[in-house]
């Protein structure tokens, strides 16, 4: 079994930060991927950032150049750094766990239970 644990969600005022954490654990397999996705009341889920073991990444335009998508190796962690939030980043923020790069949330095979971001205008 794999289980995945966020953390770092809760409630910020616009042009804020929060920085997010995704903590794997369990039969994991070595060479897999995280990534983040999120999705807002009555919207579908979309994919955000991934990042692979060996440093490949991921990140959706919408986000890129506010949200940093990091591994904490001392932690454990795949960390999501989100910057300049705005009220529409508010959603419930997931990570999975796959073993391919990639934005379909398909390419995941396990899945966090989701921490809230809501970000006020």
Same mark, same amino acid.
């Given at each position: 079994q794999v289980q995945l644990v966020e953390s770092g969600g809760g409630l910020v005022q616009s042009g804020g930060s929060l920085r997010l954490s995704c903590a794997p654990s369990g039969r994991i397999f070595s060479d897999y991927v995280i990534g983040?996705?999120?999705? @807002? &009341? =009555?919207?579908?889920r979309e994919f955000v950032a991934a990042m692979a073991l060996n440093g490949n990444m991921a990140t959706h335009?919408?986000?890129a150049g506010r949200f940093t998508i990091s591994r904490d190796n001392a932690k454990n962690t795949v960390d999501l750094e989100m910057n300049s939030l705005q009220p529409e980043d508010t959603a419930v923020y997931y990570c @999975? &766990? =796959?073993?391919?790069?990639?934005?379909?949330?398909s390419r995941?095979?396990?899945?966090g239970q989701g921490?809230?971001?809501t970000v006020s205008s």
């Open positions: 983040w996705f999120r999705q @807002a &009341l =009555g919207k579908e335009d919408s986000v @999975a &766990l =796959g073993n391919t790069l990639g934005s379909a949330p995941y095979l396990y899945w921490t809230q971001v």
